[in-house]
């Protein structure tokens, strides 16, 4: 099957920023509800061991992801990882509205593609629920501004229906 590219709105930079907002803090809120990216913290642990990474740099975080409850297991299994949340639309209302933990969870508040990566936020990155916002040009234009920079990359996405 073909792959078919839709407009993501919420990527355009005419997108009005309170409804982006919205959106985004809708998603968090489903996604700390379902705890659905909770499996993945031993994978994303090892593949930081081997990179022998203890910062990572997350990639379109929106209102901040999977991160604030895997910053937690991560607090529980390891020490010394600081977590770096990144948008190209940041969305520092709601993170502000959350209160980050300083010292090992901060959020970036200038705007960050993806695609080009500031030189001075190193870490292993990760994406999740956004590589698909992606077309194949620009997909490969995000793998080949880490492999560039020598950064491990981890993209997440969830591909099936949960059950609660």
Not at 10 to 27: C, G, I, K, M, Q
Not at 73 to 94: K, M, S, V, Y
Not at 137 to 143: D, I, N, Q, S, T
Request: charged share 15%; with cysteine; proline share 7%.
């Amino acid at each position: 099957m073909r792959r078919i590219q839709f407009i993501e709105l919420l990527d355009e930079p005419w997108f009005p920023s309170f409804l982006r907002n919205n959106v985004t803090d809708a998603l968090q809120f489903g996604l700390s509800l379902l705890k659905a990216y909770a499996p993945i913290a031993p994978l994303l642990l090892s593949a930081l061991d081997s990179t022998q990474s203890h910062s990572i740099v997350d990639l379109c975080s929106g209102g901040g992801g999977p991160w604030l409850d895997l910053s937690r297991q991560f607090q529980l299994d390891t020490q010394g990882f600081h977590i770096l949340l990144t948008d190209r639309h940041p969305n520092l209302e709601a993170l502000q509205k959350v209160g980050l933990t300083p010292g090992n969870l901060a959020f970036y508040p200038d705007s960050v593609d993806a695609m080009k990566v500031p030189c001075q936020l190193q870490g292993f990155r990760t994406i999740f629920t956004s590589f698909h916002h992606f077309p194949p040009k620009e997909a490969r234009a995000v793998l080949q501004s880490a492999v560039d920079a020598r950064q491990g990359i981890g993209i997440f996405e969830i591909t099936r229906a949960f059950s609660v």
